[in-house]
């Protein structure tokens, strides 16, 4: 079982405050390292990217690239962006900061430095919680300490995660934004889910307007239930009315059975044939 880390550190305990050189860094081949392929963020902007690297070029690269000891090389705790941005320069060497962290280290660090510089979309950010939790024995609680948000917060993204493959699809290409969808999360049916993402995907609703809706179906769902119920009890009663009757008129054991009101079955007890004669003259005669 992974030891369960609970970093609680910002990135300044890793490479410094954000804009300095930071000391302690090594120059490193860029072919030497490589991504971790099971980090949070997993969509990148290719023109973000591009104005990073146009600012390294100008600037130089100013935060070192975090990375470990993996494999035959190196992997990337903490840079991707940048690294991607010095492979687009063309550039063979790169300065690095080499830390020994396992891989629950690993993917709580990546987590962090995305979630602090709002790199994540809200399904990256979910799934990355869910990761920790499910892999490393994280609960919510130390999550919560180690990214520097609350528990709720952290429930609440995890919960978006449960909302339709459809809706988490438009949550992650930001059709949808995050408070949206979890007002849509609200919705009684997945088919009503479905309905309210496609109305609002674009901005063409708020979450206010969501919630009014969601409130109304469900009132509306409220009096439909009263009034089934109502005819239900009607129907149940016209039934008993019926039972009571035919046992007078016959003088014997009555049972009747519907499921809708409508349509279903008489059952009349006898007891020998004598019996059964007097009842098939009974309702045989005109």
């Not at 990546?110 to 609960?139: C, F, G, H, W």
């Not at 609350?150 to 978006?160: D, Q």
């Not at 992650?172 to 997945?190: M, P, Y």
Request: negative net charge; hydrophobic residues 35%.
């Amino acid at each position: 079982m992974a030891k369960k880390n609970s970093l609680g550190m910002g990135l300044d305990a890793l490479f410094g405050d954000n804009g300095s050189e930071t000391s302690g860094s090594q120059t490193m081949r860029l072919s030497d390292i490589e991504p971790n392929r099971s980090q949070p963020r997993q969509d990148f902007d290719d023109g973000a990217i591009a104005e990073l690297a146009d600012s390294i070029r100008q600037h130089g690269l100013i935060q070192p690239i975090v990375v470990r000891p993996y494999s035959a090389g190196y992997q990337i705790v903490a840079g991707e962006r940048r690294w991607r941005a010095c492979r687009m320069l063309g550039m063979s060497e790169v300065p690095v900061i080499i830390k020994e962290f396992d891989d629950a280290q690993t993917a709580q660090i990546a987590l962090i430095e995305n979630i602090q510089r709002e790199d994540l979309n809200p399904v990256e950010e979910a799934m990355a919680y869910k990761s920790l939790m499910d892999d490393y024995n994280m609960t919510q609680e130390e999550l919560s300490k180690a990214v520097g948000k609350s528990r709720s917060a952290v429930a609440n993204a995890v919960r978006l995660l449960n909302l339709p493959e459809e809706i988490v699809d438009m949550l992650r290409t930001k059709e949808l934004s995050t408070g949206q969808a979890k007002a849509i999360a609200s919705a009684e049916t997945e088919e009503d889910m479905l309905e309210l993402a496609k109305m609002a995907a674009g901005g063409k609703m708020t979450v206010r307007e969501i919630e009014q809706i969601i409130a109304k179906k469900a009132e509306e769902n409220e009096e439909t239930d009263a009034t089934e119920d109502k005819e239900q009890r009607r129907a149940a009663n016209f039934m008993t009315e019926m039972q009571i009757s035919l046992h007078e008129r016959l003088g014997r054991k009555v049972k009747i059975k519907s499921k809708d009101g409508e349509k279903g079955t008489i059952t009349i007890d006898f007891y020998d044939k004598d019996e059964l004669s007097d009842l098939a003259e009974r309702l045989t005669r005109e």
